[in-house]
């Protein structure tokens, strides 16, 4: 806004100086000692043609034109009477004049402003002046070029209140030129501060305005460039709604997102907990004897050897028994499989009953052989053990749903206090008494205590 203001000024500049120049010109005693003629040629061409400017003229100190720029031989006319030749006339100093806007006055078909320069003779006594015309009009033109939005109003006016060019104008179409604007308190601060900016509402049609103001470089004139708030804040509004609704866009988008996030961490967990389920059930298949629901030989095997570390780490008595149904085959044979079957599970259950501290663990060895680990248990104690076993496996109450007499079972308990070697060397030992069980004539319990399993419980 500011910038648009400005090259306006620079223009209206231009004009002065070039007024001035001529000036400069004429006073110098080479060409005052010209044949008229001769000056005014090479006067007029200096001056060079801008179509916003009029005629050039030169005027003696009567008022009388005595050249001019357009039509070569001056018009037998006096401008006498005209401000312009009359301001320079009776003051001192005045530098480039510029006259309140004519209408058509000096005859050019539009509103004008005469622009003068005083010239002196060679004595520095009053010898008439330069003039031109500048035509509104072309300001005007100028002016339409300035975007001051839809409800923005650009004004050049002189220092003492006149408007010379309104754009858009507010008095149909015309310059609004020779109108008085209201020198109230903006007027006054305006002339004071030269250059600046304020917010105020214009008078002539009560729209708010921004307005940066300029005087022009050396000049009695004031240029005004005026943005509506309204159109302002209109563009602000359109880039605010804008911002809204793209925040608006941005927060449902990270809400989507956010609730399918959820829903795929939910999805996820189920996931994982029916995976959990299932990894549960697998490793509880992968130890549990499905029959009997004691732990298998993976099982067993994994149990008795970290039984066996535990026991050599804490010095105790370890004890494992091992339990044979006797001629269970015939049973099968004679009763078939799933009367068997029933047995074994008889078995398992009453090993369940036998056993009584949460260490113990029974466990199916293979077929249909069973094994219980016994941490922490001496001979004498895991002699106990499998009475409890065998006295809970004659008084089942199953039997009954069996189809024959069940089949007895055989015991080998072996003890053993671990020092160094590996467990195996207790399970064959097991074997070897169920074996002597069994060779001693079946249904009954045998034992072997290898190095300190016949101590006390440690
Ligand atoms: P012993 O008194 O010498 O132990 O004779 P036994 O017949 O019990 O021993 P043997 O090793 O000859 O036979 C074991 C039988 O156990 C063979 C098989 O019929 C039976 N058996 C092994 N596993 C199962 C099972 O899962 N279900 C059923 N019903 N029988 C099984
Ligand atoms: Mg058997
Ligand atoms: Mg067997």
Redesign the pocket.
């Known amino acids: 806004m500011r910038s648009k203001g400005t090259s306006i000024a620079r223009n209206i500049e231009v004009y002065g100086s070039a007024l001035q120049r001529l000036t400069d010109v004429l006073a110098s005693p080479e060409v005052a000692g010209l044949a008229p003629e001769l000056r005014n040629k090479l006067v007029f061409s200096l001056a060079g043609r801008s179509p916003d400017l009029g005629p050039i003229r030169i005027v003696d100190a009567l008022g009388n034109v005595v050249a001019d720029s357009e039509s070569g031989r001056p018009r037998e006319e006096t401008v006498a009477d005209h401000d312009y030749f009359l301001a320079q006339r009776d003051q001192q100093g005045l530098g480039l004049y510029i006259s309140a806007p004519v209408k058509d006055r000096l005859g050019y078909g539009a509103d004008s402003v005469a622009l003068s320069r005083k010239l002196l003779d060679g004595n520095g006594a009053f010898a008439g002046i330069v003039s031109a015309v500048l035509r509104l009009g072309y300001l005007r033109t100028l002016f339409q070029h300035v975007d001051v939005g839809p409800h923005g109003v650009i004004t050049l006016f002189s220092t003492d209140g006149t408007i010379l060019v309104r754009e858009p104008s507010l008095s149909n179409g015309t310059t609004d030129a020779g109108v008085r604007i209201n020198t109230g308190w903006n007027f006054q601060r305006m002339l004071k501060e030269k250059t600046g900016s304020f917010v105020g509402r214009y008078t002539p049609d009560g729209v708010n305005r921004m307005r940066a103001f300029r005087q022009i470089d050396g000049l009695p004139l004031m240029i005004v460039v005026g943005l509506a708030l309204d159109d302002i804040y209109a563009e602000w509004w359109q880039r605010a709604t804008w911002s809204i609704v793209i925040t608006a866009l941005v927060c449902a988008g990270i809400i989507i997102l956010a609730w399918r996030f959820k829903r795929e961490l939910k999805r996820r967990e189920l996931a994982e907990s029916d995976l959990a389920e299932l990894a549960k059930e697998l490793s509880g298949m992968a130890v549990t004897d499905p ?1 009997t629901g004691l732990g298998n030989r993976r099982h067993f095997d994994s149990l008795i050897q970290r039984e066996w570390r535990r026991a050599a780490r804490a010095k105790s008595v370890l004890s494992l028994l091992m339990i ?10 004679r009763y078939g ?5 029933e ?2 599970r008889i078995l398992a259950k009453s090993i369940g009953a036998g056993i009584r501290r949460p260490g113990d663990s029974g466990a199916r060895y ?3 052989e069973f094994a219980v680990i016994l941490p922490d248990t001496d001979l004498r104690g895991a002699l106990t053990v499998a009475d409890n076993i065998r006295a809970a496996y004659m008084n089942r109450e199953e039997p009954r749903a069996l189809a024959g007499e069940p ?1 007895t079972i ?1 015991i080998g308990v072996s003890s053993v206090r671990p020092a160094g070697g590996g467990e195996t060397a207790l399970v064959r030992s097991a074997d070897q008494a169920l074996y002597a069980a ?1 060779e001693n004539g ?1 249904n009954r319990t045998e034992t072997i205590a290898l190095n300190g399993g016949r101590g006390a419980t440690a």
């Open positions: 029959l044979d149904i006797d001629h269970f085959k015939d049973f099968n044979d499989h799933p009367q068997g079957d047995v074994l293979g077929g249909e089949p055989s069994k079946r």
